[in-house]
Every structure is written in structure tokens, then in C-alpha cells.
């Protein structure tokens, strides 16, 4: 058995006990997600400044944290929208029915982060996995160094609010 594997039982598991699927959880999620990267931006900036030679904290900001904060608010005002029941053309076998497509998760999401813009690039899909109600795992490049792997560590427990839930 590879070491992966457990991992991502623990994660099937998580999904089917079916915690990730209520809306409520969800935007929760997604607020824990906007209050650590907006609360750790000066210690993202240090990590990526000490890993990268990222040097200006307002570029760490420009292209890390500005657009994530973004897409957690776009996220947090439209996932009603995108988890509610859509209508769907009637044919006359239908015409008597209500017809419509409820979007529904579908399970356990991997996410592969870049070396190169680790924060930007690993949490903007997360967002999108959290507001569809899936089971999110993420994968960070063999090259990352100790110091964002451990802010990454730290920042995953602090959204971790839901007492079974493991991201």
C-alpha cells in the first residue's frame, strides 16, 4: 500500500459521510479559507520572500493573495446560485413534470500546486472544489521548501473549524 492511499480513503470516507455537501458548510469553509489568507499575508509574503526571493510584499499580494481573496468572495456571493436547481426545457413528455438539473459533488479533489506561484495556484482550485461540496486534498511540489510547507500546514488547520472535517 503506498502512502497515498490511506490519504485518500481517509478522504472517500470524509466525502461519503456527506459533511461537505451542505451549503451552509460550504460558505463557512470558504470564510475560514478568506480570514486565514487575508489574517497571513504579511507571513505568506515572509515565506515566499525566504523561499522564492519574492521581494515586495505588494507583488505577493498582486499575484498570490489579491486574487484568491477574489475568487473566495465571488465564490461566498454566487455558491447559492451554483448549488440551486436549474430549470431544463420540457418536451411533451415532460410538460407535466418539473424538470431541472441539481448539481450535486461529486467526490475527492486532488490538487497539484506549482512551485512557482504555490498559493495562488494550489488555493483558487481549492476554492472552487469547497463551494462544489467536494473532498479537497492538495499536492505540493517535492521542491517546496519547509518554510511554506509549514505556513501551507498551519494555514489548512486554522480553516479546519468543522470538528470532523479534514482538509
Not at 470558504?30 to 525566504?50: G, P, Q, S, Y
Not at 430549470?87 to 413534470?97: C, G, M, Q, R, Y
Not at 517546496?144 to 482538509?167: C, E, G, I, V
Request: glycine share 4%; charged share 30%.
Amino acid at each position: 500500500m503506498s502512502r497515498e492511499e490511506p490519504v485518500l480513503q481517509r478522504a472517500r470516507e470524509a466525502f461519503r459521510s456527506g459533511k461537505t455537501r451542505p451549503l451552509e458548510f460550504r460558505k463557512q469553509q470558504l470564510k475560514n479559507l478568506l480570514r486565514c489568507v487575508t489574517e497571513r499575508k504579511t507571513e505568506i509574503a515572509d515565506a515566499l520572500k525566504k523561499d522564492l526571493g519574492k521581494v515586495s510584499e505588494h507583488s505577493v499580494e498582486l499575484f498570490e493573495t489579491l486574487g484568491c481573496e477574489e475568487e473566495i468572495q465571488l465564490a461566498l456571493d454566487r455558491v447559492g446560485e451554483w448549488a440551486a436547481p436549474r430549470p431544463v426545457e420540457k418536451t411533451l413528455l415532460t410538460v407535466s413534470d418539473r424538470a431541472f438539473v441539481q448539481p450535486q459533488p461529486l467526490g475527492v479533489v486532488l490538487i497539484i500546486g506549482s512551485w512557482n506561484y504555490p498559493w495562488a495556484v494550489t488555493l483558487q482550485p481549492l476554492v472552487g472544489a469547497i463551494a462544489a461540496g467536494q473532498n479537497a486534498r492538495t499536492l505540493c511540489h517535492r521542491s517546496l521548501s519547509f518554510r511554506r510547507l509549514q505556513l501551507k500546514r498551519d494555514s489548512t488547520k486554522n480553516t479546519r473549524k468543522h470538528p470532523h472535517h479534514k482538509y
